[in-house]
């Protein structure tokens, strides 16, 4: 990366930022995948391929 | 006209590559300038050199296209840290800071940048993205020879996906499947070079170079354990062995002991069990690779296949894959890494989205990949004044009688002429050139001019016309990616004794009439040189089969070990002074080192980085 964040910004904001989003959002959203994939039935597919539906987006957009 | 600048940037190797109407002008990676190997920095130097190049100002291009779509990579950064927590929360809490912080917000950055070029530079909705695996894809099938062709990229991870099949035809591409993150062949060809002390998305040529060295005994051990590969050559890696998905490194301790050893430490040297597993590993990624091969040909019946993408540089994969004519034609992309992105960006803009007609012809549009920056005899001159460098000017005739006679007898010569190469490979413009006749030679120039490893081939650069009366393989190689044997005729055979002889042991025995560029399984990375694309380097061999028979010369790139190969005149006479090379051969001036002053000897070897 070209620019770096200011230290202040990150340690102040950022950083507990990141750390609540971990703890809130993401470690129970972990567990619940967890879980769903526990019960999931083992697939029984001979492929790993993933047929492309979606066309690619305009390179208009970032996504 | 339609200018469009490609820009790759972020990862690693970060470049840039400006097409007109379609026609690839220029391009060049950022590491070349900078001098720091793999630099994913933004290519502020490259884009100055290829706006120089097109001499258009940054403010008279209509569009600018980065490699990929960052929000895109963002969402799977997301789903991988939602799949895995409570597990990755070092990495997640080192890496959301700065996506949240600057990251998702890349196309002010690449504005803010692109201003630094340019203060005129005043259109935000000039810059685009494309998707990485597209970028790979139009990077190899747009210039290819082909209307028609089955597209294969491979390589660690881009958003997603980490390998793609796609269908190009005229001037369209469709991607068909893909397989996602964290399951990638460049990813688990990356976790074998880490574990064998190896830089990773650096070292994974060394692993190739040691393969042939070995025994493909873990082969089925390695085929049990870590990916489960189906008929059609799609797989699923074993993630208990892997770390990569969200720690900081590449595999688990689980891993080491499935192999009986730990992670090797780049200082400790190599043994037979490094060159087994190097071995065990080429043989999988072989296999899959041609499995890949033969199932897309079976589905989509194409007779042409274009690749991309970093795995694409595995040229041993790329030389089965020709062995086994599984498709009538291969065009492999020269710069298949992440560098090539930028022109792929900018090629997929100009087809698929102005939907600008493609035209093909006989040959591809890669112009030999000699798209970087050239130096006039003037600029030379000049430049080696400033360097206190002494120098003969010579007729072009006296360079190639007097460099060829060198070379005959074992001179080492640092061959630097006209435009720079794009990708990877030294293709005889940045070279490195020796007598490939010599016995001595390959230990000579790994250990005294480029200070790696005794066990790295050399490859031979053939004029065209001779391929097949030296190698088993009449294609061409313009781009040294495609390995073949060297032929019979050519090849000594091993006596008893020297049949049972193991790993490095073999690299002493001469195993044909040309042994520095005659790898221990008789195989060499060829590249062919035509005189329509590089008629100097043509030229020179020629000058040399002239005098000894052979066709053929000893190329490396121009460089030491951990450096990027040289750009410029200063980055080539400190090289030459640096290392144990003999002579200097800059467009029409020779210098040799032994008239050199010794004030300006420069000693590399205390400076080397690991690469």
Redesign the interface.
């Known amino acids: 990366?070209?620019?770096r964040?200011t230290n202040k910004?990150?340690k102040t904001i950022?950083?507990p930022?990141?750390?609540l989003?971990?703890i809130l959002v993401?470690?129970p959203?972990?567990?619940l995948?967890f879980i769903i994939k526990k019960f999931k039935k083992t697939s029984t597919k001979?492929?790993?391929?993933?047929?492309?539906t979606k066309k690619?987006?305009?390179?208009?957009?970032?996504? | 006209m339609i200018k469009i600048l490609g820009i790759s940037a972020f990862y690693h190797d970060s470049a840039a590559t400006i097409i007109i109407d379609g026609e690839i002008v220029a391009a060049a990676q950022e590491e070349r300038f900078t001098r720091k190997k793999h630099d994913p920095s933004f290519p502020f130097n490259a884009i100055k050199y290829v706006l120089r190049e097109s001499q258009f100002n940054l403010s008279e291009i209509d569009h600018v296209v980065f490699y990929e779509k960052p929000l895109l990579k963002f969402e799977r950064l997301l789903k991988t840290y939602i799949s895995s927590a409570p597990r990755g929360m070092q990495s997640f809490m080192r890496s959301m800071p700065l996506w949240l912080g600057e990251k998702i917000f890349q196309k002010k950055m690449i504005f803010n940048n692109l201003k630094k070029i340019d203060v005129k530079f005043s259109d935000f909705n000039k810059i685009k993205f494309s998707e990485h695996h597209f970028s790979h894809a139009a990077s190899a099938f747009y210039p290819s020879p082909f209307n028609k062709a089955i597209i294969l990229t491979l390589d660690g991870v881009g958003e997603k996906a980490t390998t793609t099949v796609a269908i190009g035809e005229k001037n369209k591409i469709e991607i068909k499947k893909e397989i996602h993150f964290p399951h990638s062949l460049g990813l688990f060809y990356s976790a074998f070079t880490y574990y064998l002390g190896f830089k990773v998305n650096s070292g994974e040529y060394k692993v190739m170079g040691l393969a042939p060295y070995g025994e493909p005994k873990y082969k089925d051990k390695i085929l049990k354990n870590l990916i489960q590969l189906e008929d059609d050559g799609s797989f699923s890696l074993n993630m208990k062995y892997f770390n990569y998905e969200t720690g900081f490194t590449m595999i688990t301790e689980k891993f080491s002991k499935l192999f009986g050893n730990q992670i090797r430490e780049s200082n400790q040297s190599l043994t037979q069990f490094h060159m087994d597993i190097a071995s065990s590993i080429q043989a999988v990624i072989e296999e899959i690779v041609l499995k890949i091969c033969m199932s897309i040909k079976e589905e989509y019946k194409i007779e042409n296949l274009c690749i991309a993408g970093g795995v694409a540089l595995n040229c041993v994969a790329n030389g089965k894959i020709l062995k086994k004519k599984i498709f009538k034609n291969l065009w492999i992309q020269p710069a298949a890494g992440d560098a090539g992105g930028s022109l792929g960006a900018a090629l997929g803009y100009w087809h698929q989205d102005l939907n600008m007609e493609r035209i093909v012809e006989n040959k591809d549009k890669m112009k030999g990949s000699y798209l970087g920056p050239k130096f006039n005899n003037e600029e030379i001159e000049k430049n080696l004044n400033g360097l206190k460098a002494r120098y003969h000017k010579k007729s072009d005739e006296e360079i190639f009688q007097e460099t060829s006679y060198h070379l005959k007898n074992n001179k080492t010569v640092g061959w630097f002429q006209g435009r720079m190469e794009f990708g990877p490979r030294a293709l005889g413009c940045r070279s490195i050139l020796g007598n490939p006749l010599s016995e001595k030679m390959q230990k000579d120039l790994n250990l005294k001019i480029k200070f790696r490893e005794s066990f790295r081939p050399f490859a031979p650069s053939i004029i065209n016309e001779e391929v097949s009366n030296w190698f088993n393989t009449e294609e061409k190689s313009p781009y040294m990616l495609l390995v073949a044997e060297v032929k019979k005729d050519k090849q000594i055979e091993m006596n008893s004794y020297e049949k049972k002889l193991f790993g490095i042991d073999k690299l002493n025995i001469k195993r044909s009439s040309v042994p520095a560029i005659t790898h221990v399984d008789y195989s060499a990375r060829i590249q062919t040189v035509h005189k329509e694309t590089n008629p100097r380097f043509y030229k020179l061999i020629n000058a040399f089969k002239k005098l000894t028979g052979c066709p053929i010369l000893v190329n490396t790139s121009f460089n030491v070990r951990g450096e990027p190969i040289v750009g410029s005149i200063q980055d080539a006479f400190k090289c030459f002074m640096g290392t144990n090379l003999d002579i200097l051969v800059c467009e029409n001036y020779m210098l040799f080192k032994s008239e050199q002053d010794k004030k300006l000897v420069n000693d590399y070897s205390k400076n080397i980085e690991l690469d």
């Not at chain 1, 001979?46 to 492309?52: A, D, M, Q, S």
């Not at chain 1, 690619?56 to 996504?63: A, D, L, T, V």
């Open positions: 990366m070209t620019s964040l910004f990150k950022l950083i930022f990141s750390f989003l971990f993401f470690t959203l972990g567990f995948s001979r492929t790993f391929w993933i047929k492309r690619i987006n305009s390179m208009e957009k970032q996504f």
